[in-house]
Structure formats: C-alpha cells, structure tokens
C-alpha cells in the first residue's frame, strides 16, 4: 500500500487555473504508474489522466489539451495542470497509485481533493 495525499483543490471561475498535487509514500515511487480520477455527484469515477515511470502519458477527451499530468520521482510527487477549466470539471480529483506484479493490480488511493469550477 502508498500512501497518497493530494492538495491544491479549491475554488475557480471558468477559464481559470489549478495545480494539484499528490504526494506519494513509498520508497518504490519510480515503479508505479500514477494517475488522477475525478468524480462529479452521481457520476461513476473517472480517468482524467495517467503518466508511466518513463514520463509517457494519457488523457480522457474531455481534457486533453487543457490539463497536464507530470511527475518528479525524485521527490515522489505527481502533479495534474488544469487549465482552461469549466463547469462540468467540478468533481473531487483523487490520485491514484498503480502497480502490476505477476497480473494482480495493487491499487492505492488518495483521500481526494474538490475542485469547483463556478462563476
């Protein structure tokens, strides 16, 4: 199990910006596939955006070209650049933690971080 803890959430009008971040506990940081999910009320959670080791990323549609994943092994933090945010970004952003060890998934999660997009 990691430990995951995000921070950055918070309050944004339309068009604005955030940066969240996600500390990760491990000593085997380099070795996970990070990634951030979202979910809104009443909607199941979903894959925003999920970065390898290597630096190699992924991106739902509704966000690819707005929002940006990365991460810095040596400090064991994956960072999600929202930009150009709208209305229906508004969810609880959670990061997540992902390893594959003879074909069983570890999967560790973070306590989340809301994000409310609004005039």
């Known amino acids: 199990q990691v430990q995951l803890v995000e921070s950055g959430g918070g309050l944004v009008q339309p068009g604005g910006s955030l940066r969240l971040s996600c500390a990760a506990s491990?000593?085997?940081?380099?070795?996970?596939?990070m990634a951030w999910f979202r979910q809104a009320p009443g909607n199941e959670r979903e894959l925003v955006a999920s970065?390898?080791?290597?630096?190699?990323?992924n991106y739902a549609d509704s966000v690819k070209g707005r929002f940006t994943i990365s991460r810095d092994n040596a400090k064991n933090m994956v960072y999600l650049q929202l930009d150009s945010l709208k209305p229906e970004d508004t969810a609880v952003y959670y990061c997540?933690?992902?390893?594959?060890?003879?074909?069983?998934?570890?999967?560790?999660w973070g306590q989340g971080t809301q994000v409310t997009v609004s005039s």
């Open positions: 997540n933690a992902k390893k594959v060890v003879r074909e069983i998934a570890y999967n560790s």
């Open positions: 491990t000593i085997f940081f380099n070795t996970y596939l």
């Open positions: 970065i390898t080791s290597g630096g190699g990323t």
